[in-house]
């Protein structure tokens, strides 16, 4: 059975594809760790790459990610409108890998930073990251025992810092 929301959030992005001249079928993939609390499982957008020229892909991405970052929070913050706080979904737009190979890079840099961190007992600044990777990387952190992590700063100069509790 498909949830009210998840249709129409794949009719969405479809749509939304099409208009910016990139038509796509999208799937739908249910990730249970989504690392959103108080939210039912992430439901992951994917967007087939397979009829796409290099050029629409390079589109999609965008520059460090920003496109399908901002394609990501449009999905999230429309799609969640009139819905109550504890029926809201997570939605994650995948496109080519993309978030997958993201999602690895993040966890080698949180973990090179957590090493850091013990080994010098020194806070360590995170930058560059968009405020959905901040969210992972706290979430990478949460059951920590002897780390912890926060924001600090402004957009668009937001930091992660990594400290000991």
Not at 14 to 32: F, K
Not at 34 to 50: F, H, M, N, P
Not at 140 to 155: C, M, N, P, V
């Amino acid at each position: 059975m498909i949830e009210p929301q998840i249709k129409p959030a794949q009719q969405w992005l479809e749509q939304l594809l099409g208009l910016i001249g990139i038509p796509a079928q999208v799937r739908m993939e249910s990730h249970p760790d989504s690392g959103d609390v108080g939210r039912e499982s992430a439901c992951w957008l994917t967007i087939d790459e397979s009829t796409l020229t290099p050029a629409q892909t390079d589109i999609l991405i965008g520059k460090d990610g920003e496109t399908i970052d901002a394609i990501q929070y449009l999905a999230n913050t429309l799609l969640n409108i009139d819905v109550a706080s504890l029926e809201q979904r997570a939605f994650t737009v995948e496109f080519n890998g993309y978030r997958a190979r993201r999602q690895a890079e993040l966890l080698r840099v949180a973990e090179t930073v957590a090493q850091q961190v013990r080994e010098t007992g020194t806070d360590v600044e995170i930058k560059s990251l968009s405020s959905a990777e901040r969210r992972q990387v706290h979430t990478f952190f949460k059951d920590s025992g002897d780390l912890a992590t926060e924001s600090r700063g402004q957009e668009p100069d937001r930091r992660l810092v990594v400290r000991l509790r």
